[in-house]
C-alpha cells in the first residue's frame, strides 16, 4: 500500500498536498499498489469527504483533540500509530515546511531515513533526487525495510492530473499523550509582495532584455496577460527586479498553467524552478538555446520585436 499523508491548516488543503497525491495516484498504477490518504485534524469530516471524491482505496480520518494545531509531538505520535497499523511499502509526503519539521522525527521514531525533496520515483523503486542545484540527479534505492518515507518536490507531479472516484472514510481516534509542545505560529520566510507558486500565468524575463531599461517591454505582456513577472536569476542579482521574483534553485518554484520565458536561455538552475508548468511558451533569438528543450511552444526571433507586438494582439484579443 501506499499511504499519501496530506497537510491542511485550519480546515483548508495545503496545494502542494493535491500534487503528492497526484503522485500517489500514478505510482500506485505504476507499481500495481492501493493508495490510500490520510488527513490529521481535529473536525476534519468534511476534508475528509472531500478526499473520498478522489481515486484511492481508503480515506483515513485521524481525529482527536490534541490534533487541532500542529505540534511535532502530536502528528509523529499519530502517524506512527497509523502506519504501524496499516505497514505500507511507501509514505509519501508533500515537501512543505511543516513537513520538514516533524519527517525526521517521525522517521527516527520508525528507525527509517526521510527521503526529502524526491523529484521522480522509478519501479524498484528507485527515488530520483537533484544534487548540485539540478545539475545532476541521484538515484537512490532504501537498504532499509518498508515502510519508504518520501517528500516530494512542489510540481514533481501535477495536480491537475488527480483522478476523480469514491473512497470510503475510517475515521481513527488515536490515544494521544499531551503534547510536550505548545502550538506556535507556522514557520513563514520573509514579507514578500508576491507570491508566484500562487499564480496561473507567469511571464519571466532573462538576460536577453540587455538592461534595465528595456524591463517596461516584458512589463506591458505580464500587465496585459494578466500575469505575474518573475526573472531568472541574473536579473535579481543585478537588482532590475526584486529577489523576491527569481525562479530557479536559489528562487522560487512555480508550477503555473503557462509559463512564458522571455529572453531566458534555459540555465539547468533555472530549469529546476519552472520544470512543473503546465505549458511553457519560450522567445529566444538563438535557437539552440537550452530552453526550448523543454518548452511547449517556442519563438525564434527578437524579442524586441515579438514581446510588443504580441501584447498588442492580447490586448485587442480582450477589447
Not at 473520498?52 to 483515513?60: G, N, S
Not at 494545531?69 to 500509530?81: F, G
Request: hydrophobic fraction near 45%.
Amino acid at each position: 500500500m501506499i499511504l499519501v499523508v496530506m497537510e491542511q491548516k485550519a480546515g483548508v488543503w495545503h496545494k502542494m498536498s493535491w500534487e503528492t497525491l497526484a503522485g500517489g495516484q500514478q505510482l500506485g498504477a505504476a507499481l500495481g499498489q492501493p493508495v490510500a490518504a490520510v488527513v490529521l485534524g481535529d473536525g476534519i469530516s468534511g476534508l475528509a469527504a472531500e478526499l473520498a471524491t478522489k481515486a484511492l482505496d481508503k480515506v483515513y480520518a485521524v481525529e482527536h483533540a490534541g490534533l487541532a494545531s500542529y505540534t511535532p509531538d502530536s502528528y509523529t505520535a499519530a502517524l506512527t500509530a497509523l502506519i504501524g497499523q496499516l505497514q505500507p511499502s511507501l509514505v509519501l509526503f508533500p515537501h512543505t515546511y511543516q513537513v520538514r519539521d516533524f519527517g525526521p522525527k517521525l522517521a527516527t521514531r520508525l528507525d527509517r531515513v526521510l527521503l526529502s525533496d524526491v523529484v521522480r520515483v522509478n519501479p524498484g523503486p528507485v527515488f530520483v533526487r537533484q544534487l548540485f542545484q539540478g545539475k545532476l540527479n541521484s538515484d537512490v534505492r532504501p537498504s532499509t525495510p518498508a515502510p519508504h518515507l518520501v517528500s516530494l518536490q512542489a510540481g514533481a507531479y501535477r495536480a491537475d492530473a488527480l483522478a476523480a472516484g469514491s473512497a470510503t472514510v475510517e475515521t481513527i481516534s488515536p490515544a494521544l499523550e499531551a503534547s510536550r509542545q505548545k502550538p506556535e505560529a507556522p514557520f513563514r520566510e520573509s514579507s514578500r509582495a508576491v507570491d508566484l507558486t500562487a499564480a496561473d500565468l507567469i511571464v519571466s524575463v532573462g538576460r536577453g532584455i540587455k538592461e534595465a531599461d528595456n524591463l517596461p517591454i516584458v512589463e506591458e505582456l505580464a500587465k496585459a496577460l494578466g500575469a505575474e513577472l518573475a526573472a531568472s536569476r541574473p536579473i535579481c542579482d543585478n537588482g532590475w527586479l526584486p529577489m523576491e521574483r527569481q525562479v530557479g534553485s536559489s528562487g522560487q518554484t512555480v508550477a503555473p498553467k503557462v509559463y512564458l520565458a522571455v529572453g531566458i536561455s534555459g540555465a539547468i538552475q533555472h530549469l529546476v524552478g519552472m520544470k512543473g508548468a503546465k505549458a511553457i511558451v519560450a522567445i529566444n533569438k538563438d535557437p539552440h538555446a537550452p530552453i526550448f528543450e523543454v518548452a511547449d511552444y517556442g519563438l525564434v526571433g527578437d524579442l524586441f520585436e515579438i514581446v510588443p507586438a504580441l501584447t498588442e494582439e492580447v490586448r485587442k484579443a480582450k477589447s
